[in-house]
């Protein structure tokens, strides 16, 4: 496993959102720019990245949702795109990067 303490996650920013999209579309085989509209629609600010020693090498979004349950709606994050580059797969960095996507999640939605 890649040392996690010198992996970051958190809110792509806006000088990487380019290289995540990049990242992303190999990681899925989207087609060459396709992904740009996409992180786009579902808005930046529910696209995270992880940094390994300061550059993204992972990436994921997280659609704020909801579920009906008992009559009412529950609040949830639906897991999208996940990616990492290929001289990280393997190295437990995307799995790393779940895990705090499911910390966040709770922290935020108080599961």
Do not use: K
């Amino acid at each position: 496993m890649t040392n996690d303490t010198n992996l970051e996650y958190g809110p792509v920013r806006a000088d990487e959102i380019e290289r995540l999209n990049s990242l992303l579309e190999q990681a899925l085989t989207f087609r060459i720019g396709s992904m740009a509209p996409w992180t786009a629609a579902i808005g930046h600010e529910h696209i995270r990245a992880v940094r390994y020693d300061g550059r993204a090498v992972a990436g994921m979004g997280i659609i704020p949702m909801g579920h009906y349950f008992g009559g009412r709606s529950v609040r949830a994050g639906g897991i999208t795109a996940v990616g990492v580059e290929p001289g990280q797969r393997g190295s437990g960095v995307g799995r790393w990067m779940l895990q705090q996507s499911l910390e966040e999640l709770n922290r935020h939605l108080g599961a």
